[in-house]
């Protein structure tokens, strides 16, 4: 599976991200000669242990974090980060989870937008929202280089990337693109990409935007 | 959701349900060697206490892991007279690391055992799945390599078929009409109902092993 470098934009001091940034940033992609290629969505959710009794304590993960990607519709993945574990399973895995009532869903956050193809890469501008409202919580950007799957291959190329695409972004933007990048290593995730790797990108972005204080 | 029914078998009879199957259906027969982890809620987790099966299949050369879930049987009036269990199925392929996942969850395993034999799928109005398995208890954690039979000499016999709300009525037909085909080396019915194993049994094995060598020979 081709690796994904997945970014975030950070205003610069005093100003907050707006979906003014978001149209400013495709415009730079298009400025690069990127080529629309359809939308795309990624949902995580945050779920919390079901108690009976709220006073009696349970042994179990306080946080089940779940994320599901519309390119990959028939599968499902779990992240429990004190437990340093990404499971991957088939979609049908939340039916069965909905069917054991033994976690609520307290939150999601929906990354939408749209995709475009820039000769090897692949790249993806969007915005993070709380499900059912319209709360922005930050700007996510996504860049896949579709010839390799390593990780230690691809790191320089990538870097090289992103830092085009900020000087671009740079003419008329302030602020910065953010590579988010989780420790692979102490979740097993070998250097060979692949969808758990996405998982553990998009839930740590999540992560990363709901700790952030919004206006 | 699936329809299934159960019954036991001696284990000197199996190869005589295999050439009756072969003969019925022609449908391929594949190994089969499951470790099924059985695994409870633990205390106060969870809307009500629940249980999930980890399944992990040793077949291949690479394990395949599975979550499935049962729910109760189909219940009502209409449903205690179907001949089969209906009853809601889910199942999903998981990642190797399931039972820690599951663990972390707050789950706690309750038994763990292997079952080892063949099984039969082919198409008969719908898809059916017919299993002969020897279950095996597992002596310590884990111990896959060291499972003892647990009733050594009988194996359990399941058919089952998926069925929806539109077509359970359909999918019951199905496998009774075809559990009528094996009645003579077994009685097939809703789990739960003791059956017992077919008096006439051998000399029904008998006669199939011996048609069933003339045929290879």
């Known amino acids: 599976m081709p690796v994904k470098w997945l970014c975030y934009w950070q205003p610069s001091g005093g100003t907050t991200v707006s979906s003014q940034v978001l149209v400013d940033l495709i415009k730079s992609i298009e400025s690069m000669n990127g080529v629309r290629s359809g939308r795309w969505q990624v949902t995580a959710s945050q779920h919390r242990p079901i108690r009976r009794d709220q006073a009696v304590q349970v042994e179990c993960a306080r946080e089940l974090l779940g994320v599901a990607f519309s390119e990959a519709p028939n599968k499902y993945y779990f992240v429990l980060r004190p437990d340093h574990m990404v499971v991957e399973a088939d979609s049908t895995i939340q039916s069965i989870m909905e069917n054991l009532q033994v976690y609520r869903n307290h939150l999601t956050v929906v990354f939408e937008g749209f995709q475009y193809q820039l000769g090897d890469f692949h790249v993806k501008a969007g915005r993070a929202v709380i499900a059912h409202s319209e709360n922005l919580r930050g700007i996510v950007l996504e860049v896949e280089y579709l010839p390799v799957s390593s990780l230690g291959k691809t790191h320089q190329l990538m870097q090289e990337f992103v830092d085009i695409w900020q000087e671009v972004a740079a003419q008329s933007m302030t602020g910065r693109i953010v590579h988010l990048e989780p420790n692979f290593g102490d979740y097993s995730l070998s250097d060979q990409y692949s969808w758990q790797h996405t998982a553990l990108q998009y839930i740590s972005l999540m992560v990363h935007f709901l700790s952030q204080r919004t206006n | ?217």
């Open chain 2, 1 to 217: 959701m699936e329809c299934v029914v159960q019954g036991i078998i001696e284990t000197q009879h199996v190869e005589a349900l295999q050439v009756l199957l072969q003969g019925l259906c022609g449908g391929r027969q594949e190994k089969l060697k499951i470790h099924e982890i059985c695994l409870k809620s633990g205390t106060n987790l969870g809307v009500e206490a629940s249980e999930v099966h980890l399944l992990c299949s040793l077949s291949q050369t690479d394990p395949v892991w599975t979550v499935r879930h049962v729910g109760g049987p189909m219940r009502g009036a209409g449903a205690e007279q179907l001949p089969a269990h209906v009853r809601s199925v889910l199942e999903s392929s998981i990642s190797s690391n399931a039972l820690r996942f599951f663990y972390a969850l707050g789950y706690k395993m309750d038994y763990e055992l292997v079952r080892i034999g063949y099984v039969f799928q082919f198409q008969r109005v719908v898809p059916i799945t017919v299993t002969a398995t020897m279950l095996c208890k597992v002596p310590k954690l884990h111990a896959i390599d060291e499972a003892i039979p647990v009733t050594p000499g009988i194996q359990l016999v399941e058919l089952t078929a998926p069925a929806s709300t539109e077509n359970y009525s359909e999918a019951v037909g199905a496998i009774s009409s075809f559990a009528e085909h094996l009645a003579p080396l077994i009685h097939l019915s809703k789990p739960g109902v003791p059956t017992g194993v077919v008096p006439t049994a051998s000399t029904a094995a008998a006669s199939l092993v011996s048609r069933g060598a003339m045929k290879v020979s």
